[in-house]
Nanobody, 123 residues
């Protein structure tokens, strides 16, 4: 099983990025997927997730209205659209997967992790 994240980069404050996470080796439809991020010197933060059986995502309050999570089951790919970026959004962003239909905000419940993609927001 492999999760391959991409799409990070350097962007100015107020800009946007779309992060992608392609999933290899598992039945995409039977897992809950989520995004976490970790900034230097800070704890890992849950951003939100999505399950196979519904289209809406659960996003944490700090990013609601700016971040959105979608998936393309046909492409086995998870997306994180990040808008109105701020310097405090600078972090490594990770996509994760866990068995079952429930999104969890706890990182230790996720079975599979991508390698992370760096997002840097300049002021």
């Amino acid at each position: 099983v492999q999760l391959q994240a991409s799409g990070g980069g350097l962007v100015q404050a107020g800009g946007s990025l779309r992060l992608s996470c392609e999933v290899f080796g598992l039945t995409f439809s039977y897992y809950a997927m989520a995004w976490f991020r970790q900034a230097p010197g800070k704890e890992r933060e849950f951003l939100g997730g999505i399950t196979w059986n519904r289209d809406g995502s659960d996003n944490t309050d700090s990013v609601k209205g700016r971040f959105s999570i979608t998936r393309d089951s046909a492409k086995s790919t998870l997306y994180l659209q990040v808008n109105s970026l701020k310097p405090e959004d600078t972090a490594i962003y990770y996509c994760v997967a866990r068995i079952g239909p429930v999104v969890s905000p706890y990182d230790y419940l996720y079975n599979y992790w991508g390698q992370g993609t760096q997002v840097t927001v300049s002021s």
